[in-house]
């Protein structure tokens, strides 16, 4: 069973044994089933699953990501396509339900299927029949639905965006995998599980472990992103370390390294205008003076931000939070001055 989602069965707690019985007897019963989870929790991985400890497990295992394809060709990637049938359709072309026949066709994300073509959908397991787009002939297939997605399906029926008679008839069993933050002691099997194999990718001889401080902080995030966030963070760490600890690792890959020096470099120069003598003490009883207090004020920002850039005009407007074109404005209207 391949790990295409970037997931791995491996875990010990209750909550996750507890699920993978669920499954186990569900994928028995040749019954349309529906996958609810989180995003990186391991949706496609318990589909295979479910076709493999199935009675079709011989038979194909067909995956289609509904996100994945324009609303336009969704119809014809599932149900196919005559000769002739629009612009540049030179061939007939199977769909995905005949690719699937005596097996399992694995509709990811399936929340996103186009009203029109879940009509089409609700044929083929109501009566096991469907034509191409194209053709006036019907194909008879057997074949079971296995549905997955993060979405709400009962607020998409309510919004009209799902048919409530589809999602029925889909529904016949619906699991919910638990999200990773729920699983307690599976957080460490499947870091060790992902360190372990990250250490071997790269060649390192020693097999990598985690520091106390690591652990804590493996332990105390939420893992919005579940095992797919966890195997990122953990491989990213096990590459970078130098010894097989790890001391070090990182929840946000897209943090600017850069951004809290601009943030400290703002700081002194806010401290340093609020030290200025040269800035006046604003008096609320004199409201006409609002426009000499403001060029003032703009002046001495624009002189210490300046002085701190070494006069790189560009790197004075973000120490600013302005743009370079605000920037530019400013200057040509008090560069006298300046």
């Known amino acids: 069973m391949s790990d295409r989602?970037?997931?791995?069965?491996?875990?010990?707690?209750?909550?996750?044994?507890?699920?993978?019985?669920?499954?186990?007897?569900?994928?028995?019963?040749?019954?349309?089933?529906?996958?609810i989870g989180e995003r990186g929790t391991g949706k496609e991985l318990a589909a295979r699953k479910l076709h493999y400890l199935s009675k079709r497990w011989e038979n194909p295992l067909i995956t289609v990501n509904c996100?994945?394809?324009?609303?336009?060709?969704?119809?014809?990637?599932?149900?196919?396509?005559?000769?002739g049938a629009f612009t540049g359709a030179t061939a007939s072309h199977k769909g995905r339900f005949e690719e699937a026949e005596g097996g399992t066709l694995f509709l990811d994300e399936i929340g996103l299927i186009p009203l029109e073509v879940q009509e089409k959908i609700l044929r083929v397991v109501e009566y096991g029949t469907f034509s191409k787009v194209g053709a006036s002939d019907d194909i008879s297939v057997d074949v079971r639905i296995i549905g997955a997605t993060n979405a709400d399906m009962k607020q998409l029926v309510r919004e009209g965006k799902f048919k409530e008679d589809l999602l029925d008839r889909l529904s016949f069993e619906?699991?919910?995998?638990?999200?990773?933050?729920?699983?307690?002691?599976?957080?460490?099997?499947?870091?060790?599980?992902?360190?372990?194999?990250?250490a071997a990718e790269c060649g390192k001889e020693g097999f990598a472990f985690f520091s106390p401080e690591v652990i804590e902080e493996l332990h105390s995030y939420d893992w919005p992103g579940?095992?797919?966030?966890?195997?990122?963070?953990?491989?990213?760490?096990?590459?970078?370390?130098?010894?097989?600890?790890?001391?070090?690792?990182?929840?946000?890959?897209?943090?600017?390294?850069y951004a809290k020096k601009i943030e400290e470099e703002q700081k002194i120069i806010e401290d340093e205008i609020k030290d200025d003598?040269?800035?006046?003490?604003?008096?609320?009883?004199?409201?006409?003076?609002?426009n000499d207090?403001?060029?003032?004020?703009?002046?001495?920002?624009?002189?210490?931000?300046?002085?701190?850039?070494?006069n790189n005009q560009r790197?004075?407007?973000t120490l600013l939070g302005l743009s370079?074109?605000?920037?530019?404005?400013?200057?040509?209207k008090y560069k006298k001055e300046l």
């Open 277 to 290: 003598s040269t800035i006046i003490k604003l008096d609320c009883e004199n409201l006409s003076s609002f």
């Open 226 to 257: 579940n095992v797919r966030e966890l195997k990122n963070v953990v491989e990213r760490a096990v590459y970078r370390s130098k010894t097989d600890e790890i001391f070090e690792i990182e929840l946000d890959p897209f943090q600017n390294p």
């Open 324 to 332: 370079y074109d605000q920037f530019r404005g400013l200057f040509r």
């Open 293 to 310: 207090n403001r060029k003032l004020i703009e002046i001495t920002y624009l002189r210490c931000a300046l002085e701190k850039s070494g």
């Open 67 to 83: 996100a994945a394809l324009p609303p336009s060709l969704i119809e014809t990637e599932l149900f196919g396509h005559e000769k």
């Open 5 to 35: 989602e970037g997931v791995t069965p491996v875990g010990e707690s209750d909550i996750f044994l507890k699920f993978n019985d669920e499954l186990s007897g569900a994928a028995k019963v040749d019954r349309s089933i529906l996958l």
């Open 174 to 198: 619906v699991l919910f995998l638990p999200p990773l933050r729920e699983r307690g002691e599976d957080i460490m099997h499947l870091a060790s599980y992902f360190a372990s194999r990250m």
């Open 315 to 317: 790197e004075s407007a």
